[in-house]
């Protein structure tokens, strides 16, 4: 395929398994009902959800998939933060920042951050902590820093991010040739919603083998153990309320292949107000504790993981579907749509079901349009060798609402993490 979708997938965000702490962060998942919501102004449409509240609130954040100023990305899905300095109305609205259901907290590049954030320090040293977060294409290095998030009209306060800076100190071997920046991209940054608070959890508490935090003295950094306190942490988590996790609601495309973007919400918190609860037709599906689920896709067993920074759906094989000619036969090109059963189940006993399908078109012809195509919801791809978990990306959430409930965190779905189709 062009440059359109696996290009951006792999070489501008984090796609394709972002793994912490030896752990796959992922989303969750409601379907539809009867329920009609209002779209953003302007786009004079309905969407219908797995919703039973009108969607407005402090806790509603706009969300967008194709409006991210990304050039010739398909299935971008971003939102506007502001931060400010900790305690004090000094403040910065960054917008185009890529939500990811496969990380945990906020991660904004240096170039797209104007104020002059506290740093976060190492406990025993007092030098500030460097943070080392690998992704698929190029490892997230940087300061971690202390912000107030604004979420929608929510604010968490004094918390842990990453400025994204490969020119911070010098980046240990960990963390060897980190992203240098947005690039082409236009995306600013990435907010991690997946079902765990902090990026590395437990193990970053006692132990330094996961290479993720680091002591920084001048230009030289010793891996370092890092508290809860200190550790890239979920905003969401931090808010006074709505604090037990997320929603996604994106609408059905109305058109497999669309050239104008698509617009929904993230809405804050499970069961925590009026216009966050999950419908009765909502299953449960406890996750694994990497937060996977079970599947069984066309007849075939496997895990799998919400991605919402997947630009396709991915899969570790072609499920009998036609690929792209060379050299992009990596990608699906399906001489017609195919539409591939699937039940989820969750990932504990695997006993909790729900019945669901994806859909497989042409990559290549949602790939060359003119205009660009900007949304495509059957775009899919064969993950590399080794990789054995279904991957369900952007595509696979349009049409549903997606819960994500934060690990520890009682939920109306059950104590996280946890999700509900």
Same mark, same amino acid.
């Given at each position: 395929m062009r440059k359109g979708i696996l290009l951006y997938i792999v070489g501008i965000l984090t796609v394709i398994g972002f793994q912490n702490c030896g752990g796959y962060k992922s989303a969750n998942l409601a379907q539809d009902s009867a329920t009609q919501i209002q779209l953003p102004p302007g786009t004079g449409t309905t969407l219908s959800l797995g919703f039973n509240a009108n969607l407005s609130g402090p806790n509603i954040v706009p969300l967008s998939v194709g409006a991210c100023g990304i050039p010739n990305g398909i299935n971008f899905a971003c939102v506007t933060v502001t931060i400010c300095l900790p305690g004090t109305t000094t403040c910065q609205t960054i917008p185009n920042i890529s939500i990811s259901t496969n990380d945990s907290g906020l991660r904004i590049y240096k170039s797209a951050v104007t104020l002059a954030l506290p740093n976060?320090?190492?406990?025993? *040293? =007092?030098?500030?902590? &460097?943070n080392? *977060?690998?992704?698929?294409?190029?490892?997230?290095? =940087? @300061?971690?820093?202390?912000?107030?998030?604004?979420?929608? &009209?929510? !604010?968490?306060?004094?918390? @842990?991010?990453?400025?994204?800076?490969? *020119?911070?100190? !010098? @980046? @240990?071997?960990?963390?060897?040739n980190p992203a240098s920046g947005p690039v082409a991209s236009g995306a600013n940054g990435v907010l991690g919603i997946g079902p765990f608070m902090y990026d590395c959890g437990p193990d970053c508490l006692t132990g330094t083998t996961d290479g993720m935090y680091f002591s920084c003295a001048g230009t030289t950094c010793t891996a370092t153990t890092a508290a809860y306190a200190h550790q890239v942490t979920n905003p969401v988590a931090l808010l006074p309320q709505d604090n037990n996790g997320v929603a996604i609601t994106l609408p059905h495309v109305t058109n497999n292949h669309m050239s104008t973007a698509v617009y929904g919400s993230l809405i804050l918190g499970i069961g925590t107000a009026s216009n966050n609860i999950p419908n009765s037709a909502v299953t449960s599906l406890p996750t694994d504790g990497f937060g996977g689920i079970k599947t069984t896709l066309n007849g075939t067993s496997s895990s799998l993981y919400f991605i919402s920074e997947n630009q396709v759906n991915a899969f570790p094989n072609a499920e009998g579907i036609a690929t792209c000619p060379a050299p992009n036969q990596s990608d699906l090109c399906a001489p017609s749509e195919t539409i591939l059963p699937m039940t989820l189940r969750d990932g504990t006993a695997g006993t909790a079901s729900v019945n669901t399908s994806i859909t497989i078109g042409n990559v290549n012809t949602c790939d060359s349009s003119t205009p660009l195509n900007v949304v495509c919801d059957d775009a899919g791809y064969v993950l590399p060798t080794g990789y054995t978990a279904v991957e369900a990306g952007i595509p696979f959430f349009f049409g549903k609402t997606i819960y994500f409930g934060l690990d520890s965190k009682q939920t109306s779905l059950g104590v996280g993490p946890v999700y509900g189709l």
């Open positions: 976060v320090n190492d406990t025993a *040293t =007092g030098n500030p902590l &460097g080392c *977060t690998n992704a698929y294409a190029a490892p997230y290095w =940087g @300061p971690v820093k202390s912000a107030d998030v604004h979420l929608g &009209g929510e !604010t968490a306060a004094a918390v @842990p991010i990453q400025v994204v800076d490969s *020119t911070f100190a !010098t @980046p @240990p071997s960990a963390c060897a």
